[in-house]
């Protein structure tokens, strides 16, 4: 990981560059001014540094010339740059300049005396969220190239009207269409079906069971907004979640948020045998995956065992390997 200071102060440079030092980040950039950050980052001229390569900012508010939040404005100005993590540096107790610093871009703040800990642990959390960012856009570049070899299908097919999300067909697709690796990783296939929901459909009309799923989904979106999976959905109802790289524990921790959730969106089903309101049963299906033939293998296991979860009585997780 390479890291940028920004400090018109040798000294606070010296001093924030031992301290991630000692935590082991050996790539380390200095610049004593903006235009020098300019220059490093390769924004409004020829480029010293493969801007790629830069993880994090840490930026003096305080300098000479363009302050650090002209900087991180003229940063962010710059499309290469727009998720790379910004924290700010400085010893102004003032709250305006750090209203301005996250209106001009910046992600987080520590203040001087720099405290060993405290920025290491900032450092630590900005590289996590771009990991995460870059991974997701990663994802997110497979699923349009698996949608865009589907031809001339028109995008409308590709998302539920109902439940805004993919349709169980795209989320199938982008997980088999996953590269295959040298080395066996492990993937997950979570699927929730809404415990009595045929009955309900039965009781009450398709209008009721509609509104049920749209709430769901939406409880599923915010659960999985931030861990690399795609979200789908079938047009019997049952939700489906493929993580091809999701390993075990995680996606047995995802299925009982899922169902306890559910729950606890407290919508009323007077078809419910075991109590008043919606429950969930949910499938983990995870397991080793070298090639689509055992992706197949674990979507169809899921689909198989949330079934079965349903009819043992419903509002529970049940976790398999493959």
């Known amino acids: 990981m390479r890291i940028l200071i920004v400090d018109d102060s040798e000294d606070s440079c010296d ?20 235009c020098e950050a300019y220059k490093l980052m ?26 650090g939040i002209e900087a991180c404005a003229r940063i962010r100005s710059d499309t290469r740059y727009g998720d790379i993590p910004i924290i700010m540096v400085t010893s102004v107790d003032d709250i305006d300049s750090l209203a301005n610093a996250f209106v001009a871009g910046a992600s987080d703040y520590i203040t001087k005396p720099v405290n060993r800990v405290e920025l290491l642990a900032r450092v630590r ?28 299908r028109r995008a409308s097919r590709w998302v539920d009207d109902i439940t805004g999300l ?18 066996a990783e492990t993937s997950a296939v979570v699927v929730v079906a809404i415990d009595r929901l045929e009955a309900y459909r039965a009781a ?34 049952l939700i489906m979640l493929v993580g091809p790289e999701l390993a ?24 419910s045998i075991v109590t008043d309101h919606v429950t969930a049963s949910v499938a983990v299906a995870t397991g080793l995956i070298g090639g689509s033939r055992d992706r197949m293998q674990l979507l169809t296991h899921a689909i198989s065992t949330v079934r079965g979860a349903e009819a043992a009585g419903g509002n529970r997780v049940v976790a398999v390997a493959v």
């Open 166 to 183: 993919f349709v169980g067909e795209v989320a199938e697709a982008y997980f088999l269409a996953a590269p295959d690796l040298e080395a």
């Open 248 to 271: 075990a524990e995680p996606a047995r921790h995802l299925g009982e948020q899922l169902r306890k959730t559910v729950s606890i969106l407290d919508m009323a089903n007077s078809e």
């Open 125 to 152: 959390a900005a590289l996590k969220l771009k990991t995460e960012l870059e991974r997701r856009k990663a994802r997110e570049r497979e699923l349009l190239g698996v949608m865009s070899s589907w031809g001339e």
């Open 204 to 237: 009450k009309g398709d209008a009721a069971v509609h509104s049920i799923l749209a709430r769901v989904a939406h409880a599923v979106r915010g659960l999985t907004a931030n861990i690399g999976v795609v979200a789908a959905t079938y047009r019997n109802g």
């Open 15 to 34: 001093i924030t560059e031992a301290a991630l030092a000692s935590a082991g980040h050996s790539d380390i950039l200095i610049a004593h001014s903006a």
């Open 42 to 67: 390769g924004i409004g001229g020829p480029s010293d540094l493969d801007c790629a390569l830069v993880d994090v900012v840490l930026l003096d508010i305080v300098m000479p010339g363009a302050d």
